[in-house]
């Protein structure tokens, strides 16, 4: 078993920035691929970002060039830095670790460990 624990969400004016961090304990490895989604009220969650063991990216069109998924595997931490928020990115941001390769990286089915979720609010 995998504990996920998400911080770092708030209330942020568009425009701003705000860093999520997922604490990973448990059965922790630096070999998982690690992901996170978003879920506003009364829609799908949607794939935000991953990132590989080695590092490698992978982030949703809407969020690309604002957001940044980053890892530390000596503290087992991933991390994402969002900047330049817009309110269309309120939601409930949830990180998750990759378990089924047979899925997408982008589909919520591939993960099989999730955090509680952090709340994340755009101001207009």
């Known amino acids: 078993q995998v504990q996920l624990v998400e911080s770092g969400g708030g209330l942020v004016q568009a425009g701003g920035s705000l860093r999520l961090s997922c604490a990973a304990s448990?059965?922790?490895?630096?070999?998982?691929?690690m992901g996170w989604f978003r879920q506003a009220p009364g829609k799908e969650r949607e794939f935000v970002a991953a990132?590989?063991?080695?590092?490698?990216?992978n982030y949703a069109d809407s969020v690309k060039g604002r957001f940044t998924i980053s890892r530390d595997n000596a503290k087992n931490t991933v991390s994402l830095q969002m900047n330049s928020l817009k309110p269309e990115d309120t939601a409930v941001y949830y990180c998750?670790?990759?378990?089924?390769?047979?899925?997408?990286?982008?589909?919520?089915?591939?993960?099989?460990?999730w955090g509680q979720g952090t709340q994340v609010t755009v101001s207009s």
């Open positions: 448990g059965r922790t490895s630096n070999d998982y691929f």
């Open positions: 998750a670790v990759r378990l089924k390769y047979g899925y997408d990286v982008k589909e919520y089915r591939a993960y099989g460990y």
């Open positions: 990132i590989t063991s080695g590092g490698s990216t």
